[in-house]
Nanobody, 112 residues
Framework: QVQFVESGGGLVQPGGSLRLSCAASGSISSLAVAWYRQAPGKQRELVAL???????NYTSSVKGRFTTSRDNTENTVYLQMNSLKPEDTAIYYC???????WGQGTQVTVSS
């Protein structure tokens, strides 16, 4: 089982950027990794998925604004978030989709 520690969240104004990091407890080189988020009062949703080969897919609401990448040498996955909107406010998590180990997440708040 691989668990992640998320970091990089914070308070940002609309239109701003943040870069989230997810540091894994073990090797991720053979694992796809997904980003999820949970907004207040809403269900957790899948935001992005990056395959072992580095190919990424995104939910439609973040496509063109968010970019995920991975560094297998550092066992870390990143989420670059640009043009942030208030509706991006949520706790962000990363996880191997086939594993049921959630980290503590990192809070992202987009507000003026």
């Amino acid at each position: 089982q691989v668990q992640f520690v998320e970091s990089g969240g914070g308070l940002v104004q609309p239109g701003g950027s943040l870069r989230l990091s997810c540091a894994a407890s073990g090797s991720i080189s053979s694992l796809a990794v997904a980003w999820y988020r949970q907004a207040p009062g809403k269900q957790r949703e899948l935001v992005a998925l990056i395959t072992t080969g580095g190919h990424a897919n995104y939910t439609s609401s973040v496509k063109g604004r968010f970019t995920t990448s991975r560094d297998n040498t550092e066992n870390t996955v990143y989420l670059q978030m640009n043009s942030l909107k208030p509706e991006d406010t949520a706790i962000y998590y990363c996880k191997v989709p086939s594993m049921n180990l959630w980290g503590q997440g990192t809070q992202v708040t987009v507000s003026s």
